[in-house]
Structure formats: C-alpha cells, structure tokens
C-alpha cells in the first residue's frame, strides 16, 4: 500500500557529483522519517544520511561534508545529493520511508524499502 521508488543512479567518475530521488506513494497519512543507505559488494547495507520530521538532518560519518539529504513534505520525495565521490562510493542505493497510513487503506505505522538504484564511480 506504499511504494517507495528512487532513481537517479548511473556511472560517474570520481570526483564527480550525481542527485539521487526518492518518491513515495500510495496510502499515506504522514511520512516520519526518509533515509538513504547503500550496500556495496560484498558489504552489508550501511546508514548513509536521515531526515525526521522536525528534526535537521542526521548523517553518518564517512559521507558528512560530501552528501546532503533533503525532502519535498509536500510532495512526498528526498533527494541525496552526493559530490566528490569516490570508487568506495559504488554501491546499491536505497531509500527507506517510514511512513503512518491514512487511516483508511493503511493503518499504524510502516517502513518501506524501495528496490535501488546502483552508483557506478569509476573513471
């Protein structure tokens, strides 16, 4: 009952910048929470940077100063700016939305994953 779609994904080179979007759908009263995280090969799926409703940005470590989150309310989308990127960068980037249904169609609370979109930073 919610969908959560990103894109923007593709082949960069290093050094180089690319704006990944998030759109979430469907039965939606209010969304929470909107994050990125990334799963590179062989790795586990790590925390990259979350915005909460009324609270600044929150991000981890190794992307601060290089990536920005930032979210639309109104129309149900985050983008993940990311610049000076680096071959440590490719990865599968995800977006998760936690999201309050409307009461109709959806109730309670939900977290949904969308599929990826795949950074590629090689020259």
């Known amino acids: 009952q919610v969908q959560v779609v990103e894109s923007g994904g593709g082949l960069v080179q290093p050094g180089g910048s690319l704006r990944l979007s998030c759109a979430a759908s469907?039965?939606?009263?209010?969304?929470?929470?909107m994050g990125w995280y990334r799963q590179g090969p062989g790795k586990e799926r790590e925390f990259l940077a979350r915005?909460?409703?009324?609270?600044?940005?929150n991000y981890a470590d190794s992307v601060k100063g290089r990536f920005t989150i930032s979210r639309d309310n109104a129309k149900n989308t985050a983008t993940l700016q990311m610049n000076s990127l680096k071959p440590e960068d490719t990865a599968v980037y995800y977006c998760?939305?936690?999201?309050?249904?409307?009461?109709?169609?959806?109730?309670?609370?939900?977290?949904?994953w969308g599929q990826g979109t795949l950074v590629t930073v090689s020259s």
């Open positions: 469907g039965s939606i009263g209010s969304i929470n929470t």
């Open positions: 915005i909460i409703s009324g609270s600044s940005p």
């Open positions: 998760k939305a936690g999201v309050t249904g409307d009461g109709r169609r959806l109730d309670g609370y939900v977290e949904v």
